[in-house]
């Protein structure tokens, strides 16, 4: 049985209590009164719209997600929407309208995006496709040399082969 120390056994329960003592350290509840609605069922579609939608200077945080003054912005104008009595898609199309596609975080499949939408699968198929034929190449050169090199020389061969090193050695004799 292994003894704690007492100074390590003082901070395992601090580090437990600590999201408890610090509130701050919390996700923070909406603090402005006017970014909430007083019907609960309201109030959860507007967070769900929210959720849905892009804080324009955050990357990729949605405007429920995100503390920036353009997302309290964009929460407000989702709320008084809805307090109005807008449906929930009636609130998403003004602010796309309003926005165009970055606000939304799920953008739709267009024309103009497909292309987006395929390039990293185009991109990894010529990828696979140019790697799989550098291996093929690569595979095919070597065989190929290991076949000639392995056929026996025929007596024609093997006299032009003698007469060539014959004139070679005539040449290293020969001073220059």
Known sequence: MTTIRPRRAAILPALLLAPLLFPAAA??????????????????????????????????????????????????????????GATDAEVVRYLHERYGDFVLLRPPVTAATAL????????????????????????????????EAAAPLTEAERARLAAIEAAAAERDRRPS
Do not use: F, K, M, Y
């Open 27 to 84: 996700p923070a509840a909406v603090g402005d009164p006017r970014e909430r609605l007083a019907d609960p069922a309201q109030e959860a579609r507007a967070r769900a719209i929210g959720r849905e939608l892009r804080c324009l200077v955050c990357q990729n945080q949605s405007i429920e997600d995100s503390n920036a003054d353009l997302a309290r912005d964009l929460r407000l104008i989702v709320r008084e929407r809805i307090a109005q």
């Open 116 to 147: 987006l939408w395929a390039a990293p699968a185009l991109a990894l198929a010529g990828g696979a496709t140019a790697i799989l034929l550098a291996l093929r190449r690569r595979r095919v050169a070597p065989d190929a040399v290991v076949e």
